[in-house]
């Protein structure tokens, strides 16, 4: 069995070309149903899984208190794991047919008000870091990019004079963002006074690096995100994330039409980025009930 899931974490890589943290959560879920499989089910092939295997993992799942979002993306996984069944080793039916997804519960993005923004961006630039920081954060929410597309970008990604940044999104795919005047100063200063004091002698592509001079990780900028935030008295739960829904609700709040704000964002399905026009209407509300003397 093992052979037959390094077999599809291949296929995964090579043919689906999934990106390290996408890889990593199918790794996860394969590996976690594997093992119940063969722990409590006593199954040593694959061709012994039917439908009532897969409806015992999930409700295994269940009674260990995971989320309905953790079990649908667990049945995702499997799904695709059995369609590679099918397709790739001739077996003559798919396991994981005809059983459905809990519906996972609609929670709404957390997102930082333009005030709390401006906060978060009035960084002292004092020394090569902190330059770093500013010009990471301006990037962060003039273009809404994903905390890992950001640590991955290269100093040969940025097209300052035109305005936009180059990027690879999931499954690698390319897009093209607009940078704001002001991210532009901030990287620019980065650039021409800090980076070359981290990288030293260093030679490396990467535009953000830390202390070292070495490719900045995501868990380093969330630490220094998270400091920033207390440092600067916000009290919310912040995570790189916030910044990116922070960007798209924005943007709506302002007259964006929601295909520009799908394309800048990446999502392969517009149904996705439709979750921020329910924000921006939240947000209406909170600030009608707020304000209006007879709400």
């Known amino acids: 069995m093992k052979d037959t899931v390094d077999d599809f974490f291949h296929y995964l890589?090579?043919?689906?070309?999934?990106?390290?943290?996408t890889l990593q959560s199918y790794r996860r879920d394969i590996k976690q149903?594997?093992?119940?499989?063969?722990?409590?089910?006593?199954?040593?092939?694959?061709?012994?899984?039917?439908?009532?295997?897969?409806?015992?993992?999930?409700?295994?799942?269940?009674?260990h208190d995971r989320s309905q979002a953790t079990i649908a993306r667990a049945l995702s996984s499997i799904r695709l794991f059995h369609q590679f069944l099918v397709?790739?080793?001739?077996?003559?039916?798919d396991a994981s047919l005809h059983?459905?997804?809990?519906?996972?519960?609609?929670?709404?993005?957390?997102?930082?008000?333009?005030?709390e923004i401006d906060t978060l961006l009035m960084i002292s630039t004092t020394d090569p870091l902190t330059t770093r920081n500013k010009a990471m954060l301006e990037m962060l929410y003039a273009t809404g990019l994903r905390v890992s597309e950001l640590t991955h970008l290269k100093v040969t990604d940025l097209h300052l004079m035109m305005g936009f940044v180059r990027c690879l999104g999931k499954g690698g795919k390319e897009r093209i963002v607009p940078l704001g005047d002001i991210a532009k100063d901030?990287?620019?200063?980065?650039l021409t006074d800090s980076r070359n004091q981290l990288v030293k002698n260093?030679?490396?592509?990467?535009?953000?690096?830390?202390?070292?001079?070495?490719?900045?990780?995501?868990?380093?900028?969330?630490?220094?995100?998270?400091g920033i935030a207390r440092d600067v008295g916000i009290k919310k739960e912040i995570t790189p994330h916030t910044l990116r829904h922070s960007?798209?609700?924005?943007?709506?709040?302002?007259?964006?039409?929601?295909?520009?704000?799908q394309e800048m964002l990446g999502h392969a399905d517009i149904s996705t980025t439709q979750i921020y026009t329910h924000v921006s209407k939240a947000r209406l509300k909170d600030v009608y009930t707020s304000y209006h003397p007879r709400a």
Do not use: M
Not at 87 to 93: D, G, I, K
Not at 247 to 261: I, Y
């Open 202 to 226: 260093k030679s490396t592509e990467q535009l953000f690096v830390n202390h070292h001079g070495n490719a900045l990780s995501r868990q380093g900028f969330w630490k220094i995100l998270k």
């Open 99 to 115: 059983i459905e997804s809990p519906k996972k519960a609609r929670t709404l993005p957390k997102v930082l008000s333009t005030k």
């Open 13 to 21: 890589q090579i043919e689906r070309g999934l990106s390290i943290n």
């Open 33 to 63: 149903y594997c093992s119940f499989l063969e722990t409590d089910c006593q199954i040593t092939d694959w061709k012994q899984v039917d439908r009532s295997h897969i409806l015992k993992y999930l409700y295994n799942l269940k009674d």
């Open 247 to 261: 960007f798209a609700t924005h943007l709506l709040e302002n007259g964006a039409d929601l295909r520009s704000v």
């Open 87 to 93: 397709r790739e080793y001739q077996f003559v039916t």
């Open 186 to 190: 901030a990287i620019e200063i980065y």
